[in-house]
């Protein structure tokens, strides 16, 4: 939204935004690395620190919340994935608006990304990742 105009375009908005954004990319990290790498609590709160730049009592939240709560990286699957039809779908058809496809993605509500996926490109759409 930062990039399309929306709201005050200062730098410390783009800083926060980049900030949230490094956040949830290392929350994806984390918890494929707690659930399927061998990735130990400690290891995942030093992740946080280092790459994600919180605290020290944040960086332990967020790598214990990881153990209870895989689904965290939903924001950046549902981000890539998102970007990933918006690329297609404007590809598929030219001369639409942004806005176009936000309001034809809305209208599926709470749809799974596959499903929406196949809505708006048709039966060979290919994968959302």
């Given at each position: 939204m930062?990039?399309?105009g929306?709201?005050?375009?200062?730098?410390?908005?783009?800083?926060?935004?980049l900030?949230?954004?490094l956040l949830?990319n290392?929350?994806?990290v984390?918890?494929i690395?707690?659930?399927?790498r061998g990735m130990?609590?400690?290891?995942?709160?030093k992740?946080f620190?280092?790459?994600?730049f919180?605290d020290?009592?944040?960086a332990?939240q967020?790598a214990?919340?990881?153990?209870f709560?895989p689904?965290y990286l939903a924001?950046?699957l549902?981000?890539?994935?998102?970007?990933n039809?918006?690329?297609d779908w404007m590809?598929?058809?030219?001369g639409?608006?942004?806005?176009e496809f936000?309001?034809?993605l809305?209208?599926y509500?709470?749809?799974?990304l596959?499903?929406?996926?196949?809505?708006?490109?048709?039966?060979?759409a290919?994968?959302?990742?």
């Amino acid at each position: 939204m930062f990039d399309a105009g929306v709201g005050k375009q200062t730098p410390q908005v783009r800083i926060g935004m980049l900030k949230e954004a490094l956040l949830r990319n290392v929350r994806f990290v984390a918890t494929i690395g707690l659930h399927t790498r061998g990735m130990t609590v400690d290891d995942a709160q030093k992740l946080f620190a280092q790459k994600g730049f919180v605290d020290a009592g944040n960086a332990r939240q967020q790598a214990v919340r990881g153990t209870f709560d895989p689904m965290y990286l939903a924001y950046t699957l549902g981000k890539i994935m998102i970007r990933n039809l918006r690329i297609d779908w404007m590809k598929a058809n030219p001369g639409k608006s942004l806005r176009e496809f936000h309001d034809t993605l809305l209208s599926y509500a709470c749809a799974p990304l596959p499903l929406i996926r196949r809505a708006m490109l048709g039966d060979n759409a290919g994968p959302p990742l």
